[in-house]
């Protein structure tokens, strides 16, 4: 069931029960952020968080929430939901569940190109987010390239994906090995995937990406249904097939990118985010924003677990959606399995 708003020229359908799963996932990302600003070595009552944030609170108060745990809680609601949108423009563009950034060798392309600025250039911080900005570009390049044969098919394009990532992991592995000790092991903590300890740099990169890229996603995903029905039926509707492929696929490579720019490369979330989303709008795929809330809701509840999970260890989330991922795919394969029967 849909609503179509018309006025000044144009018309916008609206979807009320994704719409209202959108607006209630955005409410939980919401809330369970603000439990994670009052969770930690100090806590803080929910009072005293929210004055704070209003301008009325203390200086210890505002130490503890601006410059300890605000911009940690911000980056992990900006990279879910950069993560979700990306999954969602990805899965239907591939039309395949397992067509998400961390299958189709987007994130482990980011991960090479952080991991040679860590590791062989020296650089640390904004380096790195470039770095890994320019490796996830360079690696959607190539990845498009071998799969381009009279087009892009769907399955090709996931089955280089996943022959790219290999290549990747065993360059990420070597350039681990080769490092000293210490920076190894900076670098394996990276590669899990952490909002441990972002500041207000990581902040920006992540609202920068956010704020560019996901209008774009959600002014052309409204043609995503009919490329998913094929190109003479988009055609035929009017849809600039070609170019709205090309916006939408650059878009979700650059929301990857920021994301893994900002918090490392991050598994589980864009698999995940928009099949659930999905689900709970019921629909049969899931609107951008809808994935993207999700993707933040995923990512804030991950980030309490990790810390929360076991007594005065604060673990990186990557370890928490990995986990999670494990348990996701199993169930999606015994549901394959099961419909198949």
């Known amino acids: ?44 009552p929910v009072a005293d968080v929210l004055r704070s944030l209003a301008g009325k609170g203390d200086a210890g108060t505002d130490f503890i929430v601006y410059e300890l745990r605000l911009p940690r809680v911000l980056v992990t609601l900006l990279v879910g939901a950069a993560l979700g949108a990306s999954g969602a423009v990805f899965q239907s563009l591939t039309r395949n569940p397992l067509g998400s950034p961390d299958f189709i060798g987007l994130t482990t392309g980011a991960a090479s190109g952080a991991l040679i600025v860590m590791l062989i250039a020296g650089g640390g911080g904004a380096q790195v987010g470039a770095g890994a900005i320019v490796g996830c570009v360079i690696t959607a390049v190539v990845v498009y390239l071998l799969a381009f044969r009279r087009g892009v098919q769907p399955f090709r394009l996931v089955l280089m994906g996943i ?47 956010v704020v560019l890229l996901l209008p774009t996603v959600v002014y052309f995903g409204r043609h995503l249904k009919l490329l998913a029905l094929g190109d003479e039926m988009a055609v035929l509707h009017g849809v600039p097939v070609e170019r709205s492929r090309a916006i939408l696929a650059l878009a979700a490579v650059g929301l990857s990118a920021g994301a893994t720019a900002a918090a490392g490369p991050i598994a589980f979330v864009a698999l995940a985010a928009p099949p659930l989303a999905a689900r709970l709008s019921r629909s049969p795929s899931a609107g951008i924003l809808p994935a993207a809330m999700m993707g933040a809701a995923l990512l804030s509840a991950g980030d309490w677990a990790a810390q929360n999970t076991l007594p005065d260890v604060d673990m990186p989330v990557g370890i928490i959606t990995a986990a999670l991922g494990g348990v996701y795919l199993t169930w999606l394969l015994f549901r394959e399995r099961g419909a198949r029967r």
């Open 163 to 209: 022959g790219v990532s290999a290549l990747l992991e065993a360059l990420n592995s070597y350039l681990i090995y080769r490092a000293r000790l210490n920076e190894a092991i900076a670098a394996q903590v990276w590669l899990i995937g952490s909002v441990n300890g972002r500041g207000w740099t990581e902040v920006v990169i992540a609202a920068v990406t």
């Open 1 to 44: 069931m849909r609503t179509v708003i018309r006025g000044a020229g144009l018309s916008v359908r609206v979807y009320p029960r994704a719409l209202i799963v959108g607006v209630l996932l955005l409410l939980a990302a919401l809330a369970v952020a603000l439990v994670n600003l009052t969770t930690g070595d100090f806590p803080v």
